[in-house]
């Protein structure tokens, strides 16, 4: 049985914290709202009136917290869990931050000897309360597997990310996608209805092609990252057919947020001379343009 602190019971938090009780561990709770540190409470867990006196004996310290700032204070500022954490125990902060802030909390515990994974989540509240988050670990690969006990209580898949900062890295590239994403399909789906389409019928056919089922795990494996440009669809093709939802918005007054910007970008490709290349390679047009001066992967 691990003693483990865990710090922000909020709507992720409460959850993943109960379900480390029924795990078996004790774990010991502290968040600024009374009313959830009663809900901890009646779920089995301990309260503590501080983050220090929660973390004082703790072999892991676990974070589910808004913001960068509050991790930090609550870990190294006045009667924060560092005051009392012993050199060797391990902290895992699962909270969305910048990864600037990862590296900094990360140095600043090391000074204690005090060793940290990152491990933000993916996936849902409701995920949290099943235990089934996606969790995305980054840290030392033996930190990471000292803590694999603690982490599959809230967690169906725990994702090794590749190193300390590479967890908080990994989930700021999957919400820039899926917020991005979330504009995208709320435009469509207005324009869509400004044009007469039945809604349901729209989910359902876009959930059949690349629109829905996205480019990660439809066109990209096959051509752009075996680096084959040759079309299947072409840019300058792709290129027209953005045109004419743009034509169709201006015509209904329902304007795009995003169109725009994607239309510049194919016309940059197809003034680099990569009309007749796969439309993945627009890919292949940012990496050149953003990071020849580093070494490619492939
Ligand atoms: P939340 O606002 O519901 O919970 C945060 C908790 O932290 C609250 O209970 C609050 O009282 C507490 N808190 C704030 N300041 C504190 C302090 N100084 N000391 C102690 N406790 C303090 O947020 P949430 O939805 O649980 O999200 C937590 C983190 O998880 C965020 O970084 C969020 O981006 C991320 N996340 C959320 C979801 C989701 O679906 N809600 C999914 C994935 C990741």
Known sequence: MAHVAFIGL???G???????IEGGHR?????TNPHAVAIHTANGGIAAPSPAVAANGAGIVITMLPVGDVVTSVLLGDSGAMETLEPGTLVIDMSTINPSETDAIRYALSSKDIRMIDAPVGRTSRHAITGELLIMAGGESKDIEEARPVLECMGDSVVN???PGMGTRIKIMNNLMSTVLNVLTAEVLT????????RNLTVDVLNGTTAGQGHLSTTYPGKV???DLSPDFMIDLARKDLAIAIEVSKELGVPLALAGKAEAMYAEAHNSNRGTQDWTALYAMLRDKH????QHNT
């Open 27 to 31: 774990v010991v709770g502290y968040d």
């Open 225 to 227: 990252l075996k680096n």
């Open 191 to 198: 324009l869509a209805e400004a044009t007469g389409l039945d």
């Open 14 to 20: 409460i959850a993943m914290a109960r379900n480390i």
């Open 10 to 12: 909020g709507t992720m």
């Open 291 to 294: 990071l020849s001066h580093r």
């Open 161 to 163: 990310c590749g190193g």
